[in-house]
């Protein structure tokens, strides 16, 4: 959100000696006459220069590279919307391949009738998964004769903010359990005490944001199944796979964290994470299709044919989706796990490296997730969001920020290590770790933490 400004007559004076530009160009208001393609191109090109330089941001899960071949299939679909099924009418059933290719990773039941689509990333996914555990718990209360006003939901404070904003914007309950000093997700014990039978559903996370841990799932399942023999408490388990989703089925395929466990009734992934797509790509996934009220799916038929839509929204660009088709074609199972097992190994060797530099210490050492997250051995002696400010003179955009409630004292720092961050990438960033912190030592000022980190 931004306040428009309104009094501002700044303009921008493009340089280039004329060349392109005969008159400025105002900032704040529509230009009186355009300018030619190359000139608008040249001059946007060069202000985004200002920004990061995104294969240097370990502070985002979010892809930032793909091969040529994606970029020109991203080229080519961005003018096809993928709403427009009857127009695009193969982009759709590429869309339902990609969907039906997630369901089967997550071991959506054969049995069962599973149900899913793209949004646009995991907030999007996760408030359409609420939505339909809202609903549906509302008919079974209405059902029952009983009322359905003020419903709940319980998770940790390790959610992402679009947890939060979830209950804000549709008005359910959020029953928060605490951090403390050395937990940092949460398991049954912390869930049990909360639940009552107003609790729509309980959030449950392969991979928080802030460390990167996972909370313990499997406990939360046995607990929701032991409580689901109770009349009126079928409470399902939603897993938040927003960037543990494309690990943990390469990674460690045993693991049992999605469909297999039963009390798991919805997941989401962010496919512009670990999906290996550009922003603007997630998925949820419904158990079955029961889980997703059908007065929730509208039925559009004026574009032509009938199309039922589960979404927030209604246009966006279809490329998204057909760049995870690309990568899904492109890598394979073999790909994907290649790849997550050099991230992993990647980012070990990260962890490893800073772990043994004076003064900090380690949180997750990029085992489980290749997420290295770090603290200071003594707070006040080392400034985290200090050493995040000098790393970013470097050009290395690495975010410090403080744990939620009640870990708040704790500031950590966190990298996330992606496909295209080399071994020697590691060994650069270690060395310059390694230099801002004997700066440090030296003195400097202090600055706030962030009280968010980046997704
Ligand atoms: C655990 C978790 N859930 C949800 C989100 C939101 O995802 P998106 O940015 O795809 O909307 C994030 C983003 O980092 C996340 O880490």
């Not at 804000?168 to 309950?173: A, D, S």
């Not at 002696?381 to 400010?389: E, F, G, V």
């Not at 003179?393 to 009640?406: H, K």
Request: charged share 20%; with cysteine; net charge negative.
């Amino acid at each position: 959100m931004h306040t428009l400004n309104l009094d501002s007559e700044e303009h921008l004076s493009p340089t280039y000696a004329g060349r392109s530009f005969s008159h400025d160009i105002p900032k704040y208001r529509l230009p009186t006459e355009g300018v030619v393609a190359e000139a608008a191109y040249q001059l946007i090109h060069d202000e985004l220069n200002l920004d990061g330089n995104p294969a240097l941001n370990l502070a985002s899960f979010v892809t930032s590279w793909m091969e040529p071949q994606a970029d020109r299939l991203a080229a080519e679909t961005l003018a096809k919307n993928l709403i427009d099924q009857d127009e695009y009418p193969q982009s759709e059933v590429i869309h339902q391949r990609v969907v039906s290719m997630i369901g089967r990773l997550f071991h959506a039941p054969a049995h069962q009738r599973p149900t899913g689509t793209a949004t646009i990333g995991s907030s999007e996914a996760i408030m359409l998964a609420m939505l339909a555990h809202k609903r549906t718990w509302q008919r079974r209360r209405e059902a029952a004769g009983l009322a359905a006003d003020r419903p709940n939901m319980v998770m940790g404070a390790d959610v992402h903010t679009c947890w939060e904003k979830f209950a804000r914007y549709f008005e359910v309950e959020a029953r928060v359990v605490p951090m403390e000093e050395g937990r940092y997700t949460i398991g049954a014990e912390e869930v049990e005490p909360l639940l009552d039978e107003r609790t729509i559903a309980v959030a449950g996370l392969l991979g928080t944001t802030f460390t990167g841990q996972m909370d313990d799932l499997r406990s939360i399942d046995a607990l929701l199944t032991r409580v689901a023999t109770e009349p009126g408490w079928q409470i399902p388990l939603h897993i938040d796979a927003a960037s543990g989703g494309f690990i943990v089925p390469f990674a460690r395929p045993e693991e049992e964290w999605d469909f297999r466990l039963p009390s798991v009734r919805s997941i989401n992934v962010s496919n512009h994470k670990f999906g290996l797509v550009y922003p603007g790509m997630g998925t949820v996934i419904f158990r079955d299709a029961s889980d997703l009220p059908e007065e929730l799916v509208f039925h559009i038929n004026y574009l032509g044919g009938d199309m039922p839509n589960y979404s927030l929204n209604f246009s966006r660009p279809s490329s998204s989706v057909i760049l995870q088709y690309f990568a899904f074609l492109r890598l394979g199972r073999s790909g994907y796990e290649q790849i997550v097992a050099t991230v992993l190994e990647n980012a070990q060797a990260l962890a490893k490296k800073l772990g043994a530099i004076d003064g900090l210490g380690l949180l997750t050492d990029g085992s489980e997730f290749p997420i290295v997250a770090l603290r200071a051995s003594d707070p006040l002696a080392t400034d985290l969001t200090q050493l995040s400010h000098l790393l970013r003179e470097r050009g290395w955009i690495v975010p410090a920020y403080t744990l939620p409630p009640n870990a708040e004292h704790i500031t950590v720092l966190r990298m996330v290590v992606k496909e295209n961050f080399s071994r020697d990438m590691v060994d650069m960033l270690a060395h310059d770790v390694g230099v801002s912190m004997r700066n440090l030592a030296q003195g400097s000022r202090p600055h706030r933490a962030r009280r968010r980190p980046v997704c």
